[in-house]
Every structure is written in structure tokens, then in C-alpha cells.
């Protein structure tokens, strides 16, 4: 697995190699299968590792290879890694989101961990209180995070309350990855 830094070009991203002579995670378990990352609420990342011998369907393999393996060693294993730098300190963090209310799910929009502004936005959508509207407005227009701006026009969206005008500020926001966002959202008007 190797790890990319993320390089703005115009209103894209390009995703560059950070250590071109090494890699982020490797093993020398020839079974290692690392096939799904998260962000940890905490800040440290997931790794799940399926842990097979073989990862190709037996029927896409030679004859002669297939009588030298199991083609189904390994389905009843599995791993799942918490990375995190040396000496990293995992802070107490509130798992259970769905405790909070609409209003503090919201200011989570702008929280530099993904964990916690998918979290919040997901629960936002699936309580549709639309009391937090106008608090989402607020963020779409004034958050100083790019993220966090375009994390509450997709809110608001998903509560059915995003309207034409709402998109006009973002058409024109400082920075290109919003203005891309608001393009997008007003494709349905």
C-alpha cells in the first residue's frame, strides 16, 4: 500500500506518490490482502486484510496451478489493523454520535476527521430535522474549511432543502473543489 499526497490542478486533484522509494504498508505474508481503509474516529486508520492464499477465482487459474493450492485456504481468516504513528496519543472521542442533537451534528461539518463529518452528515440525513437549516446555510457560506462548506451544501441537500440560490455563493467560492461541489448539486435544478 503505498501513500499519495493530494495536489490541487485546477479544479481537480492529482494524486502524487509521497515516498517514491517505499511504500506506507507492506508485508512479506504473502497472504497480506489489505483491501479497505477507514479513518478511525480517533485519527488512527483501519486496515482490513482479507487474508487469502488466493485471491483469483480457481476457475481463472491453470489446471496445474490449481492442484498445488487450496483455492479456498484462507476464508475463514481475516484481519483488521489500527495504524497510527509512534507515539500517537488517542484522545477519548464520543463514538456515539447519534446521541447528539441536529444543532451539534452540524458543527461537526467542519471537524478535520472524516470519521466525524461522515458520521454527522449521514445521521443528519437520517434524522431529516430541518431545524439545522439555516446553521447549515451558515456553514456553506462562511466555514473557513473548503470541506466543511461543501460537506453542508450536500447536507442540505439531503434534507431536501437546498435551493438554487444557495449554490450562487459556492459558484463563486475561493476555492476550485467547492465550486465543483456547488456545480454538481446544481445539476438538479
Known amino acids: 500500500v503505498y501513500r499519495a499526497t ?5 479544479v481537480g486533484l492529482v494524486a502524487n506518490r509521497a515516498d517514491p522509494t517505499g511504500e506506507f504498508l507492506a508485508s512479506k505474508d504473502i497472504w497480506f490482502r489489505p483491501v479497505q481503509m477507514a479513518n478511525a474516529p480517533d485519527g488512527a486508520l ?5 487474508y487469502r492464499e488466493l485471491i483469483e477465482g ?6 496445474e496451478f490449481v492442484k498445488y493450492i487450496d483455492p479456498v485456504s484462507g476464508n475463514d481468516r481475516g484481519r483488521i489493523y489500527r495504524l497510527a504513528p509512534k507515539g500517537f496519543n488517542a484522545s477519548q472521542v464520543n463514538t456515539n454520535l447519534s446521541e447528539l442533537s441536529a444543532l451539534e451534528l452540524a458543527a461537526l461539518l467542519e471537524h478535520p ?3 466525524h463529518r461522515d458520521t454527522a452528515s449521514r445521521l443528519l440525513y437520517q ?7 439555516t446553521t447549515l446555510l451558515k456553514l456553506a457560506h462562511g ?5 466543511g462548506r461543501m460537506t453542508a451544501l450536500h447536507s442540505l441537500h439531503g434534507l431536501n432543502s437546498l435551493e438554487a440560490e ?3 455563493p459556492a459558484l463563486a467560492d475561493r476555492h476550485p473543489l467547492v465550486i ?7 445539476e438538479s435544478f
Open 143 to 147: 466555514s473557513s474549511s473548503p470541506v
Open 58 to 63: 480457481a476457475a481463472f487459474l491453470p489446471p
Open 113 to 115: 476527521n472524516g470519521w
Open 127 to 133: 434524522k431529516q430535522d430541518r431545524s439545522v437549516v
Open 166 to 168: 444557495h449554490l450562487l
Open 6 to 10: 493530494l495536489d490541487e490542478k485546477g
Open 46 to 50: 483501519f486496515v482490513v486484510d482479507i
Open 180 to 186: 465543483v461541489q456547488a456545480l454538481r448539486l446544481a
